[in-house]
Every structure is written in structure tokens, then in C-alpha cells.
């Protein structure tokens, strides 16, 4: 898909938003604790100005490509970001069995039906990578991983 | 020389040659997870060396450092992911290659390189310790803040098409580095009101949201695999090495000058291998007779980023053993056992323990070696399983594998959170020019450069002009200078191209020929 989009005003819109999302809630912070972070928030205004002027005078593209489907790029980011909370909420196993499995089920309806009994056959084969990765870090690495509402 | 002997027929038993392999497999499957440094394979496999004779415990972890390193390559070539920080250049070349069919020669290439670099670097180590060593005493809070700006001047090269937005990249990279507690003054800062933001955005929590996010759901947008099904492989193992061999070693310039940079890059206290890959990348660039052809598959990138990264393994144990300075982070768990088993770094290693400290540093050099057979053997292993993995299958486990190796670097749920959302960040930004490279080096220079800045001031406090603190000694004036021609240098290419002259250029050399 492609977007119509100056870059170069874009990159600098988002400078000059993180700059200002340093800037504004500075506390009370000694000289020697925001001295150097002070001097970098001052060079990334002067560059988003720099980049907001080029936008204007030369600019570099005026569109973006977004490769594949915009759709399915927004549930993949959905998917992650709902992985992510599943783990605190269920647990590091039962989330991920969840995600992994619908994660899978997403994907592979682009290049294959995917019927209840193909799905059937990959659970076991799921199974054992989760459950290869879970024991390898549990029980190897000894890290201890969220347990949910199981703890 | 006896001490040296002593030491090599020390380690040439069964015993001391299977501890290496075992070491140098180890660190290799470990090194190769997303997520999993080398400073993690060493503090996971600590305490099997417990049990072990102090020379065995060292030869082991020595092992798994060079494996580890090494590793890091895999991923990085196979699914743009550097397995470890030290591989952030190889993704630049080597995922191209591999997407376009050359991921043998990539994974040759690489493995090489390593095994070169390894061995240079024990090498350096032996003969150039003592007076190396010397050299990085006199690096004070000013030279490093040169140091790291001299890292920023990489900036350029790694912006890929807008030089405003590589450097507005690293400042980005920069202004994150300052999130949490101030390495001077001890204050936090930028935290907004959430205490886990005080230990700051870990580096391979970035790392790995920064390359493996944006890259999973590229894929997931396109419904593609890492390694596209039509251009896999070129050839066999045996036709890649063959050929690689002889590209290395036909033309060696690069990989010498970037075994030199590892070297010189290592010695410095804190920069490690990220810095040392970078560094030695941008060189082979910036000396290429086509520098367009970098980040596109240009196999002198791997060669580079490589071999430099691996002479950083012993090179950065030069200020380790002598000062008890780790060269990089995981020297620190190096340091660690020299400790437990009573060695204190100084003369005495050389002296007192010298079959011991002599048969740990050629125990490296046996590692290096052994990284061929096992890198081999372990890299078709690994592609295989890449490859023949259908992609609907991949991205879940890469995501699964990237969620756990974030939560286990300090067991914090946030920085899983923290990791998705850059990587999701990163994805838009890099739609509109803005690339996940800048923003890692201005990452890990950051801290660097506030340290050596505002150490650099408050030393000078008193003078009329605190600033030029920054430049009152030789060596800082020599750094500054370095400063100056490396940013010149990076623009250089830019400004005749812009200008036109890089064009008028073209057609005259080929009238003349």
C-alpha cells in the first residue's frame, strides 16, 4: 500500500514530539544529571527543524510503501502487544500456547486452507516447541517465568 | 618462552581439547538466540566450571565466549536478528546475501573471518598486552568522550540516504541512553513516574526490538519466510568456503585493517564488540571502491564486522589481565573466576601463574580454531532448520523465542513491553527513513559520551572555560582531530554527490579507459 507522506516534515514532527516529551516534565534535576541530556535535546530540536525545512525545500519522498497487507500488519502488532498481557493475565505457558497457536492459524491462512484437522495435526508439533523453550529456560536457565493467576 | 610451552602442553590432552570443543558447541547454540549474549552463555555456564581445575574452568568459559561471539552471526545472517549485540553489522550484509541466495557464503564468509580474527586476536594478545595496556591507562573521561564520538561519526554511513535522519536516529538512540538513573549525578530521570524505568532501556531489549519486531511483522505483512523459498542456497558448504577462501585471502587488505581495528577498538575499556563491528564495518565502507554496494549484500560487511568481533574476544582481555579493567561485558564474568580461584590481574598473572594465564590465552586460540568444524557442522544445522521451517511456523517461535530472551535478562515483564513497543516504533520509523541502526549506536554511545563529558566538566569546573577540558591534553586533541576528519570524511561522499562532481567524475575514467 502506498501512503502519501512528506518524510522528511514526518521525521521531523516526531524529533520535535520526543524532544518535547523530554523537555516538558523536566524535574528539578541537579546540573550534573541533566547537563549532557540538555545539549542532545537541543541538537534534536535543531535537526527536526533542519529536516522540517528540508520538507519544505527539497524534499526527499512524498510516499511510503507499507509491503504486504496494512491488515495484517496491524494484527501482527495486535497479536505481540496481546501476547504480552495474555502473560501477566494467564501465565507465560497457557498465553503462549494461546498466541502461538493463533498466531500460526493467522499466517498460514495466507498460503494454505487450513481445515480443523491440519490444525489437529500441528498442536502436537506446537506442543513441543513451546514446551521445549519452557523447560530450556525453566529448568536450564532457571529462570523463573510469570505464572499468572496460577501463582 | 618455557612458561608458554609449559602452558601449550597443558592444554594439548584429551581432557583440555574436549573441554574446548564442548565450550566452543555451547556457546555457539547459545550465542545464536535471539536475545541470549555471550555475557549470558558465560554467567548461564558458570557454575559447570566450578567443579573444574582453574586452568579447565578458564579454558571452558574462554570457549564459550568465542563460540558465543560467533554465534551471533547465524541469526544475524538468517533472519536479520544479531544473536548477540557484537553481530549488530553483520545483519547489514548478511541478511541481504542470504535473501539472495548466498547464505553459504555469508555463513563461510563469516565463520572464516571468525576464525581468523580469533587467532589474530590471541596473537595480539601474547606479544602486544604489556605495551597496549599502557596505552589504554592514559584514556581519561575526555578521550572517551572523543572515543564515542568518533563511534557517532558512523552515524553518516549508517543512515542510509538521509544524513539528517541518521543523525536525528542516534540522537534518538542518545536521548534513550539518558533514561533512568544518571551515571553522574545519580538522579533518575525521563522515568514518568514508572520505577522499573530506573535501571534505563537495556541495550539488547532495544537490540532486539529494534531488528526482530519490525522484521517479524514485515513478514507477517508480506506472508513471507526470513529466506525467500526461490533463491535459498547457491551451491554447496564446500563451493561457499572455496570461494570465500579465496576472496578472503585473495584480497586481504580488509580483513587485515579490520583485525587491526578490533584490536585497537578492544582495548579500550567498555566498548566491546557492538562498538568494535561498527567501527571496523564503516571502515571497510569507507575504503571500498564501491561503498554503494554495503547494506545490499556486500560480502566484505560480514568480512569486517566478523573478524573484527572476534579479535575483540582475547584483544579486550588485554586491559582484563593486566589492569583488571573488563574490555567488555562479558570479561566481567572472566574477571569473576580469576578471582574465585585466587589470580589477581597484574604482573603476577604473567609471572607467578604464567602457565596458567598462558594456557587460558591459547586455549582461545584453540577455540578459534575449532570454530570451523563446529561452525560448519552447527551452521547447516541451523539454515536447515530456517529454511525448511514453513514461515507460519517461524514467526511465532522467533516472537516466543525473542519474549523469553528479553524477560530472562532481568526477569522484567516490562521489558518485554518495552521491547514491542520500540520494535513497533521502529518499524514506522523506518518506513519514513529513519533506520534501527543510528538509534542502537547513539544507544550504546551514549553513556559513553555523558560519562566522559560531564566527568570532563566537572573536572574543569574551576577554569574560566570548562569546555575545553575536553581537548586539554595530547591525546584528546589527537582524538578530536580523528573526530573532525572521520565526520569530514563520511560527508565527503555525500557532498560530491550531491554536487555532481561524483558524476562528472564517472564518465572521465571511462574516456581514459
Redesign the interface.
Known amino acids: 500500500m502506498i501512503v502519501r ?1 512528506n ?2 516534515l ?2 521531523g514532527i ?2 520535535l514530539a ?2 518535547a516529551l ?1 523537555w516538558l ?1 523536566r524535574e528539578e ?9 540538555r545539549a ?2 537541543l ?2 530540536v535543531l ?2 527543524l ?2 522540517m525545512v ?1 520538507a519544505f525545500v527539497k524534499p ?2 512524498r510516499q ?7 491488515l ?2 496491524v ?3 495486535a497479536i ?2 496481546a ?2 498481557y495474555a ?2 493475565v494467564l501465565g507465560f505457558l497457557l498465553a ?1 500456547a494461546i ?2 497457536f493463533g ?2 492459524w493467522f ?2 491462512r ?2 494454505i486452507p487450513v481445515s480443523a484437522r491440519r490444525l489437529a495435526m500441528w498442536v502436537p ?2 506442543a513441543l ?2 514446551g521445549v ?1 519452557y523447560v530450556a ?1 525453566t529448568e ?2 532457571s ?4 505464572a499468572g493467576i496460577w501463582s | 618462552m618455557d612458561m608458554l610451552l609449559e602452558a601449550l602442553f597443558s592444554i594439548l590432552t584429551l581432557e583440555g581439547l574436549v573441554t574446548i570443543l564442548v565450550g566452543v558447541t555451547a556457546g555457539l547454540f547459545i550465542g545464536a538466540l535471539p536475545g541470549l549474549t555471550a555475557t549470558m552463555a558465560l554467567a548461564v555456564l558458570l557454575p559447570f566450571t566450578f567443579t573444574m581445575s582453574p586452568l579447565q574452568g578458564l579454558m571452558a568459559l574462554g570457549a564459550v565466549y568465542m563460540g558465543a561471539i560467533y554465534g551471533g552471526a547465524f541469526t544475524a545472517i538468517l533472519i536479520n536478528t544479531p544473536g548477540t549485540p557484537s553481530s549488530i553489522a553483520t545483519t547489514f550484509d548478511g541478511y541481504p546475501m542470504a535473501r539472495q541466495g548466498r547464505a553459504y557464503e555469508a555463513l563461510a564468509a563469516a565463520t572464516i573471518s571468525s576464525v581468523v580474527g580469533g587467532i589474530v586476536g590471541v596473537a595480539f594478545l601474547l606479544l602486544l598486552a604489556p605495551p597496549l595496556a599502557r596505552l589504554a591507562v592514559v584514556f581519561g573521561p575526555a578521550e572517551m568522550f572523543w572515543v564515542a564520538l568518533l563511534g557517532l561519526t558512523l552515524v553518516a554511513s549508517l543512515s542510509s540516504g538521509s544524513l539528517l535522519k541518521g543523525l536525528l536516529g542516534g540522537c534518538i538512540g542518545i536521548l534513550l541512553s539518558t533514561i533512568g538513573v544518571s551515571p553522574i549525578g545519580g538522579e533518575t530521570r525521563f522515568i514518568f513516574g514508572m520505577p522499573a524505568l530506573q535501571g534505563g532501556i537495556a541495550l539488547i531489549v532495544a537490540l532486539i526490538g529494534l531488528f526482530v519486531i519490525p522484521e517479524i511483522l514485515s513478514m507477517a505483512a508480506q506472508g513471507r519466510g526470513a529466506l525467500p523459498e526461490s533463491g535459498k542456497l547457491e551451491g554447496g558448504v564446500g563451493s561457499a568456503i572455496r570461494k570465500m577462501s579465496k576472496h578472503i585471502f585473495g584480497k586481504p587488505i580488509n580483513l587485515i585493517r579490520s583485525c587491526i581495528i578490533g584490536q585497537i577498538v578492544a582495548i579500550i575499556p567498555g566498548a566491546g564488540g557492538n562498538v568494535t563491528s561498527l567501527v571496523a564495518y564503516n571502515e571497510a565502507k569507507r575504503f571500498s571502491k564501491d561503498p554503494s554496494s554495503f547494506g545490499k549484500g556486500n560480502v566484505d560487511g560480514v568480512i569486517a564486522s566478523e573478524s573484527s568481533n572476534n579479535v575483540m574476544v582475547a584483544g579486550s582481555m588485554v586491559p582484563l589481565l593486566t589492569l583488571g579493567i573488563p574490555g567488555a561485558p562479558p570479561d566481567a564474568i572472566i574477571l569473576g573466576v580469576l578471582l574465585m580461584h585466587g589470580l589477581r590481574p597484574g604482573l603476577d598473572l604473567f609471572t607467578e601463574t604464567g602457565v596458567l594465564t598462558n594456557g587460558f590465552i591459547l586455549s582461545m586460540g584453540f577455540a578459534a580454531v575449532f570454530l570451523l568444524p563446529v561452525g560448519l557442522l552447527g551452521g547447516r544445522l541451523i539454515h536447515r532448520v530456517v529454511v525448511k521451517t514453513p514461515f507460519y511456523f517461524l514467526l511465532p517461535s522467533i516472537a516466543m523465542v525473542t519474549i523469553l530472551g528479553t524477560y530472562a535478562l532481568r526477569n522484567s515483564f516490562l521489558d518485554v513491553g518495552m521491547m514491542l513497543l520500540l520494535g513497533t516504533i521502529g518499524y514506522f520509523l523506518r518506513l519514513i527513513g529513519i533506520q534501527a541502526a543510528p538509534i542502537v549506536l547513539g544507544l550504546i554511545l551514549g553513556i559513553i559520551a555523558e560519562k566522559g563529558y560531564v566527568q570532563s566538566m566537572l573536572m574543569s569546573i574551576a577554569d574560566p572555560i570548562p569546555w575545553l577540558g575536553l581537548v586539554d591534553n595530547p591525546l584528546s586533541k589527537v582524538l578530536a582531530v580523528l573526530v573532525l576528519l572521520s565526520a569530514a570524511t563520511s560527508l565527503l561522499p555525500a557532498w560530491l554527490e550531491r554536487s555532481g562532481r561524483m558524476a562528472k567524475a564517472k564518465p572521465d575514467e571511462e574516456d581514459k579507459s
Do not use: N, Y
Not at chain 1, 534535576?29 to 541533566?34: A, D, E, K, Q
Not at chain 1, 511510503?64 to 497487507?69: A, F, H
Not at chain 1, 529462570?143 to 510469570?146: E, I, Q, S, T
Open positions: 507522506l518524510t522528511d514526518a521525521a516526531l524529533g520526543f524532544a523530554l516534565p534535576l541537579g546540573r550534573l544529571s541533566i547537563i549532557f541530556p542532545m535535546i541538537v534534536t535537526l527536526s533542519a529536516l528540508k526527499a519522498a511510503v510503501e507499507i509491503e504486504g497487507s496494512p495484517r500488519l494484527i501482527a502488532i505481540l502487544f501476547w504480552w502473560i501477566g503462549t498466541a502461538f498466531f500460526t499466517l498460514a495466507i498460503e508439533i506446537m516447541l513451546i523453550f529456560f536450564v536457565l529462570v523463573r517465568l510469570p
